[in-house]
């Protein structure tokens, strides 16, 4: 499975920034999709996931800021929209994915930097 990243990058405190994700490849069925993320002073951090039902689940330092969705016409596709961003939130973001019947995240996309300013 191969995890395609793209977006992020820079951003005033305050401001905005999507990040996209689409997997490809061998697929099997693909139970849930998310997003790590490591910063310079934070150790790596699930940030949010999706199952393939559409439930979703926050870190609590990002609940009410970031939002997790799928692509509703390509279903290994999410996205992270990302609001009031703070500087703590910057760091490398990377999608994952979960295949069925996997207790943890076995794909991995390489890494979509994230820095916000003060």
């Known amino acids: 499975v191969q995890m395609m990243e793209s977006g992020g990058g820079w951003a005033q405190a305050g401001g905005s920034l999507r990040l996209s994700c689409a997997a490809s490849g061998s697929l099997f069925k693909l139970d849930a999709m998310g997003w790590y993320r490591q910063g310079p002073a934070i150790p790596r951090e699930l940030v949010a996931s999706i199952s393939s039902d559409g439930r979703t689940n926050y870190a609590d330092s990002v609940k009410g800021r970031f939002t997790i969705s799928r692509d509703t016409d390509a279903e290994n596709t999410v996205y992270l929209t990302m609001n009031s961003l703070k500087p703590e939130d910057t760091g490398v973001y990377y999608c994952?994915?979960?295949?069925?019947?996997?207790?943890?995240?076995?794909?991995w996309g390489q890494g979509a930097q994230v820095t916000v300013s003060s």
């Open positions: 994952v994915a979960r295949s069925a019947g996997w207790r943890h995240f076995d794909n």
